[in-house]
């Protein structure tokens, strides 16, 4: 018995550590580690803070219907692609053509649209805000059909041209929505 006593003795001389001390020094790893996890949690929040719960932004639109500021799209626009995210960011920046053009994915008589441009925006705020829609995210044609008017725009053509266009290559593919046709 007296050597095993001094077995211990001469090991806890040499440094050996004992239970404690490995205990304390596993739970201060761990306490380590959570703090990151929380530190990296809070950031990754903080850099989504853009998008609110229901679907809003801030942003100034100009006359021409250019924000002055980039606005936060929401996440099922960031996630949807270039395109999506190209067609999105058209419709904020401008509303004044896509109000014109007709959507014809059905999304009149199941979401009550009236136009392709609210197929990416649901109400354009008096406080500055943009109410978004979602379903302009998960449907091909809706986002087609405003980089067309995004691309015939950008070639200078009016209003009635993009409309006229738009109703030859889409008109027989589906219901269009109840859009006013554009003045002269």
């Not at 007296?2 to 790893?29: C, E, L, P, V, W």
């Not at 679907?55 to 799209?73: C, F, I, R």
Request: charged share 15%.
């Amino acid at each position: 018995m007296g050597r095993k006593r001094h077995a211990t003795q001469d090991s806890m001389k040499h440094g050996a550590h004992n239970n404690s001390t490995f205990r304390f020094k596993g739970i201060a790893y761990l306490l380590v580690a959570a703090i990151a996890v929380v530190t990296i949690g809070a950031a990754a929040t903080m850099a989504f803070r853009g998008e609110s719960s229901d679907n809003t932004a801030t942003m100034t639109p100009t006359a021409m219907g250019t924000p002055q500021k980039t606005v936060a799209l929401p996440t099922y626009a960031r996630s949807g692609g270039t395109k999506v995210q190209e067609a999105y960011q058209y419709a904020v920046d401008r509303q004044e053509i896509l109000q014109w053009v007709p959507c014809y994915c059905g999304c009149g008589g199941h979401a009550g649209h009236r136009s392709n441009e609210n197929c990416f925006v649901q109400a354009f705020n008096a406080d500055g805000s943009i109410a978004f829609d979602n379903h302009g995210a998960s449907c091909d044609m809706c986002v087609e059909l405003a980089l067309d008017a995004k691309k015939l725009a950008s070639q200078g053509k009016s209003l009635r041209d993009i409309r006229n266009y738009v109703q030859s290559k889409y008109g027989n593919l589906g219901p269009a929505t109840n859009t006013p046709y554009p003045p002269a």
